[in-house]
């Protein structure tokens, strides 16, 4: 059964730091897209982030690059985004998810994901 859990959400002052991690299990990373995405209180989800399989490109939005990283550790079947630079405005709960049926590419559209973690929540707040 594919599982997705994310980690590393909290408190952080605004300019901090943080480190989400997406941990998955009953299926190979390697052969999954996996995107993070938020979804702040009112709003609409919302891509943030997101890397393909075999060729690891990437793309995010444009309100994190710069301060937003996402990486991949097969052997660790971890999906890791690195949050610098953080901003009032980045506060949500936080989601990882994963398209086996995305091949080279990834996209920030939440409707081309079909597995989801339960997420993690993230407050950006002095």
């Known amino acids: 059964q594919l599982q997705l859990v994310e980690s590393g959400g909290g408190l952080v002052q605004p300019g901090g730091s943080l480190r989400l991690s997406c941990t998955t299990s009953?299926?190979?990373?390697?052969?999954?897209?996996i995107g993070w995405f938020r979804q702040a209180p009112g709003k609409e989800r919302e891509g943030v982030s997101c890397?393909?399989?075999?060729?690891?490109?990437?793309d995010s939005a444009d309100s994190v690059k710069g301060r937003f990283t996402i990486s991949r550790d097969n052997a660790r079947n971890t999906v890791s985004l690195q949050m610098n630079s953080l901003k009032p405005e980045d506060t949500g709960l936080y989601y990882c998810?994963?398209?086996?049926?995305?091949?080279?590419?990834?996209?920030?559209?939440?409707?081309?994901?079909?597995?989801w973690g339960q997420g993690t929540r993230v407050t950006v707040s002095s």
């Open positions: 998810a994963a398209s086996p049926m995305l091949v080279g590419l990834c996209v920030l559209h939440p409707r081309e994901y079909n597995y």
């Open positions: 009953g299926f190979t990373l390697n052969n999954a897209a």
């Open positions: 890397i393909s399989n075999r060729v690891d490109s990437t």
